[in-house]
């Protein structure tokens, strides 16, 4: 064998023993599955992925008490120059001993590829109480290959098998104030042009948070903090408040669009917004739930804050039959040794594949038209029948038909959708008043 054509195929082997075993960018969750609707299809761009620390000084701490500056880490997938090998994510959650569980993720994201030309959308990504960002790779990567840098915080939640008073009062302070400390200064990032940060562009910003970090881009869009959050984790939200003097603080420059996935009205009894409570939020909003999601709630719970987010343009998927555990990965082969374990990313009804790719789907049309201003995403997601089930396409091809739904005047399936797959959800639309 020449030596040249060996050396390139030792470089070659070294390559793939340097990736984990037998894990592959093909199984990356960001990859939908076949039967995904149309704008759950990865975007033109590579993704590349990076790490980076923010530090806010000074700040309470509603666990400890005292004051100490905050650090917290974020990935940031963003669009990439080239294709790239991809990674595998390293991580762990709280398992049912109250330890954490190791896992890995595959990714479609290269780390620290360089960035593609142009500017871009910034999107805040907030994950629940005790997850962490590599459990919504599915969604950051899907979202930077189409053209948005995304920032996932890892906010260093207490364990959750602590049920204390003491322990809930961290998330409940910090996520609001987390977010938008990270929000302002990525924006300050993008405006100075620092690393994977240039390519963003600050004035044009979405927030997009599951379960806790629903509540925190809900307030963080405008919800008014609940007095009675005053003396909780050692003052923490004291001077943000409902009628506090850093009231005004809680706010975010340049927002376009907000999308909150299963959020909190309350969290564990505890009251978060006074008056007006959403009904505040004068910002695009997308909620997404489950139907029988016991831990937030639906009807009381949040097809609530749907209807009474009365300011704002806002939409309400509802996944019939879902329960919680909407938004995260499918469990890795780590956390399916119990049921507690596995229970954080499984849904008892609906596949997550599919649950992932029809969000994907539906957080592109929202984005691109409420972010990017694309008018023609908005037949995606205005004047669909309500219930995905009515929908009719007299003219489709018999059969296991792939196409998607072109959508009105020529059908009324959603758009997007394949005939035999638009079922089992809702979509709800009320224009602010």
Known sequence: MPRRRYRVLMACLALAMSLPAAVSAQEAPARPAIDAPELAALGPYPVGVADTEFVQPGQIDPLQGGVADRHLTAKIWYPAAKPGPGTIYR????????????????????????????????????????????????????????????????????????????????PIARRPLDIVFLTAEAQRRARAGQGPFAAADPGHTALIGYSMGGYGVLTAAGAPLDPGLADMGHGALAPYVAGGPRQGDISIADLKAVVAIAPPSDVRGIKTWANPSVGAIRTPTFFIVGSQDHVVGYDPGVRTLFEAEVAAPRYLLTFREASHSIALIGA?????????????????????????????????????????????????????????????????????????????PAATVWKGFQPSRASGMSLDYKPAR
């Open 91 to 170: 991580s762990a959650m709280t398992g049912e001993s109250g330890k954490d569980v190791a896992f890995t993720v595959p990714g479609i994201a290269t780390p620290d590829a360089p960035g593609a030309r142009g500017r871009f959308p910034l999107v805040i990504l907030a994950h629940g109480y005790g997850n962490v960002p590599e459990a919504l790779s599915w969604l950051g990567e899907n979202l930077a290959s189409k053209g948005y840098v995304v920032v996932a915080p890892a906010f260093r939640d207490p364990p959750i098998t602590i049920r204390t008073a003491a322990a809930t009062a961290g």
């Open 332 to 408: 890795p082969p780590e956390m399916r040794s119990s049921f507690w374990d596995e229970d954080w990313f499984e849904d008892p009804v609906w596949r997550k594949d599919r649950l992932l790719a029809v969000q994907a789907h539906f957080i592109t049309a929202f984005l691109d038209r409420y972010v990017k201003q694309d008018a023609t995403k908005a037949a995606y997601i205005d004047g669909l029948v309500p219930h995905s089930d009515d929908g009719k396409w007299a003219d489709a091809p018999a059969g296991r038909y792939a196409g998607f739904s072109s959508g009105a």
